[in-house]
């Protein structure tokens, strides 16, 4: 893991494309002269890339020095109440696992899954054990020198509170909690607002994680449109009717002498915004 602090877009933004770039491959040159120093490749729709295009992305990330990660198929479900449809999971993240070999990518991130029609505590346990699966798996396969890292989710019916994850990531040391502040904050009606709000919920983790967890967080950062029944959509910075804000992030991770990897999921413009976040971040460090 990375010992300093870390800023990327997740995906390709749209200036990206604007500028006349059509692949991935492009991108760590494109991150490194905006003076960014991550890129997390989404295999969102399916983890279906070609061994020699992750070979490439990789290559390329390498020649730039932009680290990576890669975001596992959005419908992976480890709380799925059918057997067949949880280990079709487990074989999505092994693919992720695999492209993130080929990419040489240390971090694999994915969406715990949904409660359906079960209770939290049943849909926990069942998560939990296919953790454990996952991660003999993971030896089994060589995997070793890759983080996974469930995510805290914004939509309430899904598995991902910020106990939920923390729960997961207890069942081996080695995994990393992918802290979606925008999901947290959608999920809980706006409930970040202020400095102590960040701390708290950092507090949280290191109780139960350690400060070598917390240290080397895996940050999602966005502001993000809620309903009553969660997240409804991504926005841009420039969009201030939502939040969460990272000014105040900033001063907390600043404080607590933080080196994450903090990954902008704004909608289009993650690069700008990602650059905006470090520029708050390094006027903190003054």
Same mark, same amino acid.
């Given at each position: 893991m990375s010992d @300093?602090?870390?800023?990327?877009?997740?995906?390709?933004? $749209?200036?990206f494309y604007d500028a006349g770039f059509k692949h991935s491959y492009q991108m760590p040159k494109y991150i490194e002269d905006k003076s960014l120093g991550w890129y997390e490749y989404s295999?969102?729709?399916?983890?279906?890339l070609k061994q020699e @295009?992750?070979?490439?992305?990789?290559?390329?990330?390498k $020649?730039?020095?932009?680290?990576?990660?890669?975001?596992?198929?959005y419908y992976i479900n480890l709380s799925n109440p059918e057997e067949e449809k949880r280990q079709k999971s487990r074989e999505y993240i092994y693919q992720t696992l695999q492209l993130a070999h080929y990419m040489e990518a240390t971090r694999v991130v994915f969406h715990p899954g949904a409660c359906m029609k079960q209770s939290r505590g049943v849909a926990l346990n069942t998560a939990l054990r296919e953790m454990e699966i996952i991660i003999d798996e993971m030896d089994q396969q060589g995997f070793q020198d890759v983080i996974i890292c469930p995510e805290t989710m914004g939509k309430k019916n899904q598995l991902g509170t910020l106990d939920e994850v923390i729960q997961l990531c207890l069942?081996?040391?080695?995994?990393?909690?992918t802290i979606d502040f925008g999901h947290l904050n959608s999920r809980g009606q706006g409930c970040i607002e202020s400095q102590e709000d960040y701390a708290e919920i950092l507090d949280i983790i290191e109780s139960a994680?350690?400060?070598?967890?917390?240290?080397?967080?895996?940050?999602?950062?966005?502001h993000q449109e809620y309903t009553n029944m969660g997240?409804?959509?991504?926005?841009?910075?420039e969009d201030i009717a939502y939040g969460p804000f990272f000014e105040a992030l900033s001063k907390e991770i600043v404080k607590r002498k933080m080196t994450p990897v903090i990954i902008c999921e704004s909608r289009d413009t993650m690069i700008e915004d990602a650059l905006i976040m470090k520029k708050i971040y390094q006027?903190?460090?003054l």
């Open positions: @300093t602090i870390k800023f990327g877009p997740a995906g390709n933004s $749209k200036s295999c969102g729709k399916g983890a279906n @295009t992750a070979q490439k992305i990789g290559q390329e990330a $020649k730039h020095n932009i680290g990576m990660s890669i975001h596992a198929p069942v081996d040391e080695r995994i990393v909690p994680l350690g400060s070598e967890r917390l240290n080397k967080l895996h940050i999602h950062f966005s997240e409804k959509k991504h926005l841009t910075f006027q903190d460090l």
